[in-house]
């Protein structure tokens, strides 16, 4: 019987456990001209480099660790301080999220750069408890509402209100005649999250419309089946909300189905992966992206497009979530500037007091400009960033603004 | 006594004894200082990663009572551990009662399910019973998540802190041994720690009984345990229902300790983690299920660690690109490896190394 | 009546899709007695490899196929002869943890390799419709079926008529008589571990087709082959095809007809496949197809 060799094994097993201790504590980069100096602070990250969502959580991060080394290297720290940032990913499950968290808060951390909707509804009482400022990259109205989730802050449009711009939009188009629209939804919180405020938006508002809402499950190898549900109420609309994978199917199934519907999508399905992955059925889609793709010509990412010269790449073939992630670092990053200009770098050595004070900083935030989309403003009633949006459509491939159309509700 | 050369015992308490030598008792001595001293040195995050575990050892010695020692695989631990956490959401915050009450709704209602998806188990054999335990996974997860009755149509719902007469149990009162200002996890420790233990001797204790053996038998040789007399159907409903109680407790646990419960924290792969749990550390063995639950739960925090500690400019540099999948390969090599070298887990590689030195300088 | 037709066509595409990734499942059980929870991730290593031959490298669509279908093959008897030849005569449970670990691992090298952004389905595969009975199936659909039908015929006639496969179903029979006889079982068994992967290279190309895109998310259909083999019985390859059907059809006239319709549960076709299969468990203990086995005490 051959069995595999004992030793072997062992050797490679302890192997496998032991490497990575001698390879630890690397070189930092060599200081130049706009290297931060000063005494560090600490942040966490917290990211979906694999598992689900990590599609768009791969660059988004990217985009956020690229924001860090800039300020590090050449964009003079945070005041001058230079940025500690730990960061992993936690797969989208919450056990290591929560792990995570204990390890920066443990570390000395002051604030925490998440991601998705499991960890930043998982995290948000306890980054409340513990005075930790939390920005992420979930747009779900209970994050941004700051009686649910004091320390938490949202740089775009929460899918509710996106939800609702994009009832506006439809009932402005037809004119307020009678419509019927579909809203089809990732099954999970992050799908469901606009779907109650948007049945009472209509109702509210007395708006002339039929709506009725289909769930994609995650196991569906595609559509047709709730598609063919839908056909019976003959939408003209179809709203989507769902990540690029789950868009891309349902477009090629509206597409081989023969319907015609005009399909718009909030901002996690208007984006270029879609395009990328369905190919001519995602030509001409509308939806909100606050994010879209840069140019390379915008002033206020002149500094990404430097630094990314250095390393060979162009600003304009970077995807929008890596523009999210930048535009999400650096918001979050003027706040923490801001509050230890405000208030002298002794506080923030401790978090019970440069918690509070990174909040307020960060709620004072007014009309940040990002270069591709909408300005930031936080209010202390309103952890969301934007209560307008821009229309955003796919063309040929790319994410770009129609005409600076911004959507209200 | 157990000699070099064999056991020698001359009453039946002296055979049923837990501790027979006195290397036995030194080695538990050990284990008692090293679990009451580590959370004075531990650092919080390690704190927390034992706490972690130790709620994992109570499900993970409730999943080995119906898959070790029973032979009946069940892949629903993810779902019983959702019951637990979601009726303890409810009861503590929905209906105000208090937190030990809501704790014992939660094994209460877990166990009753689990009975429920153990009547199967009278028809059905191997992987067609395990099947059908992750048919129970996913229909348990799913009302989980859709039942309005249950989410209140929220993505996710607190947990009310469980207090002792108004005060929140981790806030130490001042002067207590100078043990103010430590942190929650400090507090939380021995509540773990009193339970976790509860179970070990619990389960340990259940196979000294007839209804233990009578598990054993039902694993072995089924047919012939109908025979002489063992209620082999009522049996493995009965394993299934204490199995999925000690499973629902742990939820309960691990919903009052982070005080807030998502669905994500109990999906299928959560039941494959508590399998892992218990081959790695053996099947059959309490001890086994101990150690398995301290490995896994360890394992990726310690993968994490070192992976964060490799930085371009390193030796390892060319890693830093991509430490994220090369985490996930290790965990996994690490995995297949150990079983390679030891299919029948960490308790029996501690049995070998005990009796490689009870034995030396003979080899058996 | 014209819903019904796109659903069945559609349920039998999709059946089609999960019979062909149950597939692989069965033989390796029928062969060695294992079940296999890394089957998902061998569709996921398919659908990449059909993905690198032929859009990176841009090879012809026959090619890509042949070579893809080779290194699937070669990679299953290593797997094999590495992980699974040693572990032979262990604990059943030792060995599904194997390949847990498996699953982990293949899923971490295929992110290590291709990243994690998802990738534009191969082109070779028409996504055009065509007009029947009244709606629009998409080809695709078509080629799912006639793949399924020709690899579900080429694997009876090899298990029926040809040497090795009687070998292989000698050896799932009784491995000591089959050794008896001078079939060699370890050969046995890495010629089943090579045709479980090469035939998840078929279903991984089908599955990227119809989920219209290669990403990481595809393994996910390895679970919903568990229901998919346990109806058919595990024994049985006919029995396999017909419990895909089975579940296709199932997911999708519930998708159809019930989603949203009852107050409160949506997507309902996530937990159907499991509420029948339990069901159908508790009339027929050993799936549809499968034998019952007289046991001995």
Redesign the interface.
Known sequence: MHR?P?KL??A??GL??V???????????SASAGAATKDPITIGGIFA??GPTSDAGAPYADGVKAYVDYLNTQGGGVEGHKVNF?N??Y??????A???Y??Y??QGAVGIIGWG??DS??L???AAADNMPFIGASY?A?LADPKQAPYTFVPGPTYSNQMRMLLKYISEQEKGAQTEVAFFHNK??FG??PL?DGKAYIKDNGLKMGFQSYAMVSTANDYVPELTQAKAQSPKYIIVHSTAGPTSKLLQNIASQGLKVKVLGLNYCADELTAKLAGPPAEGMLGINPYVQATGNEPELAAAAKYLEASGAKLADKPSKWIQGWNTARVYFTGIGNAIKANGFDKFKDRATAGPLILKALEEIKDFKTGVGPDVTFQSENHSGMQAAPLVKLENGRLVKVQDALLTF | MAAATGVYRTTYQADMTLRRTKAEYVRLALIVIALAGAPFYL???WL??LN?AGISVIAAVGLNIV?GYTGL?SLATGGFLAIGGYTTAIVTTRAGLPTPLAWVAATVLAAAVGAVFGL?AG???G??L???T???Q??IV?LV????AVTG????L?VTPPKVGGTLITQIPEKWFGLEGKSEHFAWYWVILFFATLAVLGTVNLFRTGLGRALIAIRD?D??AE?IGVRVARYKVLAFAISAGMAGFAGALQASY???V????YT??VS?VY??MI??GG?GSVSGSVYGALFITWL?????H????????????F??E?V??????????????????E??GMARLWQRAKDYFRLWPFRY | MQTFVTLTMNGLADGAILAIAALGFVVVYKATGI?NFAQGEFLLIGAYLIHQFRTVWGWPWSVAIVVAVIVAAVMGMVIERL?LR??IG??A??V???T???S??L???T??VWGASPFPPPDFISKETVELLGTNVPINRFVAIGVAVAVFTGFSFFFRKTKQGLAMRAVADDQQAAMAQGINVHRVFALSWALAAASAVLGGMILSQVNNAVQLELSVTG?VV??VV?LGG?ESIAGTAVGGVLIGLFNAYTGGYLNGRIE????LQ??VP??V??LI??IK???LFGQARI?R?
């Open positions: 595999f004992r094994a062992v490679l097993t496998a456990l490497a990575g201790a001698c390879g630890g504590g690397g070189g930092d980069k480099l694999s730990p992993q990913d797969k989208y499950e919450v056990p290591l929560e792990s995570a204990q390890t808060h443990d909707t499991a509804e998982a948000r009482s306890r779900a209970p999970s919180p469901e999250s109650a | 650092s919080n995050s927390f990663v972690v898959t695989i199967p028809r059905l054999k992987i067609y395990a099947i059908t992750l048919a129970a996913y229909i799913y998540r859709s039942w309005k149509g929220l993505d996710s607190l040789q047919i012939a025979v982070r005080s807030i998502t669905f994500e924290r299928i792969d494959i399998v892992t081959i790695i099947l990726p925090e310690y993968i994490r070192v992976g964060s500690g490799i930085r371009s400019g390193s030796a390892f540099g890693i830093t991509q994220v999948p090369i985490q996930n390969a290790a965990f996994a090599l690490v995995l297949i490896l150990f079983l390679l070298v299919p029948r | 079940i992980i040693p572990l262990e604990n449970i030792a599904v943890m194997v847990i670990g498996l982990l691992a899923l971490a090298i992110l290590w679970i568990f229901p346990i595990l409160g549960f949506d997507g996530e937990v499991f509420v299969l339990v468990l508790l203990p050993h799936g046991e005490v």
